[in-house]
């Protein structure tokens, strides 16, 4: 199998497994990989939100300047 993050080839029993709630399992040679792909995508995923909210809230504030 292969890291879900880098894509090395990693043996059996070795680096360590990440299983999802949906099932999904992602393996990862190091924690060193999943620390980028789970936390730090965690982080992006949650940035890319606010930033979403920030975009919206801007567009409404817009579409009420325009009514005006
Ligand atoms: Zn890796």
């Known amino acids: 199998m292969k890291c879900s993050y880098c894509?090395?080839?990693l043996r059996r029993g070795a680096g360590l497994m990440?299983?999802?709630?949906?099932?999904?399992?992602n393996y990862y040679c190091s924690n060193q990989c999943y620390q980028y792909d789970i936390v730090l995508?965690?982080?992006v995923k949650g940035a890319r939100k606010a930033a979403a909210a920030v975009a919206a809230q801007v567009k409404e504030g817009k579409e009420r300047k325009e009514k005006k």
């Open 41 to 43: 995508h965690r982080a």
């Open 7 to 9: 894509g090395n080839e």
């Open 18 to 25: 990440y299983i999802f709630r949906t099932g999904k399992i």
